[in-house]
């Protein structure tokens, strides 16, 4: 009874999930050129993203340049982060050296060895480095 009761709960919490979208690459060298709609997850050595992110972006490299506008939350780790597109909503980076010259919407948390904001950053909410 109790193995049901377990399983029962257990699919109950799972199902939903199956309904979320996202996508995920990884690779050595990423290019990410394609409109994404969705959640998007990416890990490599190099990534470069050059177009516009629709929802979340979460991304983990060694050198990290993000060129475009990303509509919601941003989430980075990595060794050399610049950042040069707009983000429609919260900032979490942690890196070794960050460049951030861009717009963001709501808040910028910001850990990091050499952190750089640009004459060209603003942040609409709290920011903390």
Do not use: W
């Not at 257990?10 to 690779?27: E, I, R, Y």
């Amino acid at each position: 009874m109790k193995k049901t009761i377990v399983c029962s709960l257990l699919g109950a919490l799972l199902l939903p999930m199956s309904s979320f979208a996202f996508q995920s690459q990884v690779g050595e060298t990423l290019n990410i050129t394609t409109t994404n709609n969705e959640d998007l997850y990416v890990a490599g050595g190099n990534v470069t993203i050059n177009t516009p992110i629709s929802k979340d972006l979460s991304v983990a490299g060694g050198q990290i340049y993000i060129n475009s506008r990303i509509s919601e939350d941003l989430l980075i780790a990595g060794g050399d982060i610049a950042i040069e597109g707009s983000l429609g909503e919260s900032a979490k980076i942690a890196g070794g050296k960050i460049r951030i010259n861009s717009d963001i919407k709501k808040e910028l948390l910001v850990g990091g060895g050499e952190v750089t904001i640009g004459s060209n950053a603003s942040v609409q909410g709290h920011t903390l480095i």
